[in-house]
Nanobody, 131 residues
């Protein structure tokens, strides 16, 4: 059974950087597309980024993080990363990684909810951007 665990969260000042990790256990993560989501207190869960399965040749980002965040994967470590630069207070929240086997989940469309197709979720890691 696939299990995901996030790590790398913490507190950082505006303009700083953090690198989150999503490490899989149980089975290899190669076959799964992986997305990052975040949820601020009192707000709905928001899609952040997605990377396609295997080589991760396709990546997508929410407009709010485009140009600042980078998603990548290292299949030898069974891990997907989210490099977050130029962090802003609005980036504060609990960050979750999630995996799905259908490659189409990384296709951005308004025709389906952003969480559709993500079958396995981690427990989340807290990110706080405070001055």
């Amino acid at each position: 059974q696939l299990q995901l665990e996030e790590s790398g969260g913490g507190s950082v000042r505006p303009g700083g950087s953090l690198r989150l990790s999503c490490t899989a256990s149980g089975v290899t993560l190669d076959y799964y597309a992986v997305g990052w989501f975040r949820q601020a207190p009192g707000k709905e869960r928001e899609w952040v980024a997605c990377i396609s399965s295997f080589a991760g040749s396709s990546t997508n980002y929410a407009d709010s993080v485009k140009g600042r965040f980078t998603i990548s994967r290292d299949n030898t470590k069974n891990t997907v990363y989210l490099q977050m630069n130029s962090l802003e207070p609005e980036d504060t929240g609990v960050y979750y990684c999630a995996a799905g086997a259908r490659p189409t989940i990384c296709i951005v469309t308004s025709l389906r909810p952003p969480t559709e197709g993500y079958d396995t979720w981690g427990q989340g890691t807290q990110v706080a951007v405070i001055s």
